[in-house]
């Protein structure tokens, strides 16, 4: 992939091939076995938003009924969201260790337990309590979505991989309000957990089944045969098979798996590091909007407009629908703006082994066409707070809904996959790292959102959290300006774009 002029004095230059050289495809998965592993990463990723969003119809109907306050129902939000930035770091690790999907099954099995304690509990405590370890269950599945698919796809094709993925967790907040609001209305609060636990075991059964270990620790780039847990039992049947035929399993065994006391440190010691901590808080200040916009949506409308759970629920269909379908176009633009950054560098993409990430401007291509997503995402939120306080025709905010859900989801397409790209060697520690920071900036936003409206109203809180976004920008700009330059430097001192060639 590298130019011709870098080729030159080539015994100069850094080294970065893991491989030395030698032709080893990036991963032995076929195109077909890549689609099946992320369909199924992506609906494992969809009940952590999921879970949250089919519980936001709800929250006066289980207030009501625990008799207890909108501001201890909103303290369950806060909750789950710092359980969902912390737990990940945890898992996120093991899985770098024992492998993706032992660490699948174990959260699965986490979240159903969790969700049948909440269908059967009558508590505000055990309320609060059951929904923190619903959040441990289902919180881990996204990091470890992007751990698998940087497992399998190379950076030429990464974006698009992501964005497939986002599909499956983007649906979330368009089924699970409306679900949620149905739920609630016709069979009461408790079926909602009913439905979770159900639904997730389901889940459960499709990875048990089909979901192979993809952890280039332990199958490098899948052409080692996984064994144990590890193993899925459809491809255990088929070791079984060519095993009764004489034919062998046909691969090596996995590398020993290696299984440490977790620790949040990896994790941290990537928030210190300059360039990453600039994608890792604007990330976060975005989600934190998002987060904001959703948790506000059903009790505004139900103050504003007078709509029941079920139409509330209705309403979030704007958003979710919008998430849902600019999942595939933002996938496709962050392909395209790879091939176009490359082509600009004189560059060629290496298909087979992938890209050395060193020697390709990967700030440049993943941000390209962040400003976009960045202008249209703030400005409907500023157009959302003033809709709902003026209290226009209700097609106004859901508009402004939709408008937000298009642009956020390839904001989040965008900074997720960079961070990734960045750290490739440890993708779902890195992925926890985006979710450390994204969900206790939304937790802090969260725990004020009613203090800010109470003071000045949603239309200049949705004004200060737009700012805040608009504010990442020059950040942003920094860091697609001289990120390629800080990581040569730091791959050797004294190196730098300008002198590539001789380092």
């Not at 094709?157 to 149905?182: D, K, M, Q, T, W």
Request: charged residues 15%.
């Amino acid at each position: 992939m590298i130019s011709p002029e870098m080729q030159e004095n080539s015994d100069e230059k850094v080294e970065l091939e893991v491989d030395n050289g030698q032709n080893v495809p990036y991963t032995a998965f076929r195109p077909a076995q890549k689609r099946v592993i992320v369909f199924l990463v992506a609906i494992a990723g969809f009940f952590s938003p999921f879970s949250a969003f089919i519980y936001f119809p709800a929250l006066d109907l289980i207030a009501s009924a625990l008799n207890v306050s909108i501001q201890l129902m909103n303290l369950t939000v806060t909750m789950y969201l710092v359980v969902q930035g912390v737990v990940p770091s945890v898992f996120g690790e093991i899985s770098e260790n024992v492998g993706r999907r032992p660490v699948y099954l174990t959260v699965f099995v986490i979240y159903i337990l969790a969700s049948i304690g909440l269908a059967v509990q009558n508590s505000y405590g055990a309320l609060l309590a059951l929904r923190m370890l619903q959040s441990a269950g289902s919180s881990g599945t996204i990091a470890l979505a992007y751990g698998v698919i940087s497992d399998i796809a190379a950076p030429h094709e990464r974006g698009g991989y992501v964005g497939i993925a986002h599909v499956g967790f983007n649906s979330a907040p368009s089924l699970g309000p409306v679900l949620g609001g149905i739920l609630a209305e016709k069979a009461g609060w408790k079926w909602i957990f009913w439905f979770l636990a159900g639904l997730s075991g389901s889940v459960f059964i499709l990875l048990l089944l089909l979901l192979p270990e993809t952890s280039r620790k332990l199958v490098g780039n899948g052409n080692l045969h996984a064994t144990g847990i590890n193993q899925s039992l459809y491809d255990k049947l088929e070791s079984w098979r060519r095993h009764e035929g004489g034919m062998g399993v046909g691969a090596e065994g996995m590398r020993k798996a290696v299984l440490r006391f977790p620790s949040i440190l990896p994790c941290l010691h990537l928030l210190l590091e300059g360039p990453t901590l600039i994608l890792l808080l604007s990330n976060g200040v975005f989600y934190m909007k998002y987060s904001c916009v959703q948790a506000s949506l059903a009790p505004l409308l139900q103050k504003t407009y007078h709509l029941s759970s079920m139409h509330v629920g209705l309403c979030y269909l704007a958003f979710g629908t919008s998430c849902a379908v600019a999942s595939y176009g933002v996938g496709a633009i962050a392909n395209y703006d790879y091939r176009k950054t490359a082509q600009s560098h004189n560059l060629s993409i290496d298909k087979v082994k992938g890209d050395a990430i060193i020697a390709f401007p990967i700030e440049k291509a993943r941000l390209r066409s962040v400003w976009i997503y960045i202008f249209l995402s703030s400005t409907a939120t500023l157009g959302y707070g003033w809709s709902v306080q003026t209290k226009t025709h209700l097609a106004t905010p859901l508009i402004m809904q939709f408008i937000i859900g298009l642009a956020v989801t390839g904001i989040f397409n965008v900074l997720n996959t960079l961070v990734v790209d960045l750290h490739s060697d440890q993708s779902a520690t890195a992925s926890a790292a985006v979710s450390i920071t994204r969900c206790l900036l939304a937790a802090a936003g969260i725990s004020v959102l009613q203090l800010l409206f109470d003071a000045i109203g949603a239309g200049w809180t949705f004004t200060l959290i737009s700012g805040m976004c608009y504010a990442t920008v020059p950040f942003l700009w920094l860091e697609r300006q001289k990120g390629w330059n800080w990581r040569l430097t730091k791959a050797r001192p004294g190196c730098s774009t300008r002198t590539t060639i001789r380092c």
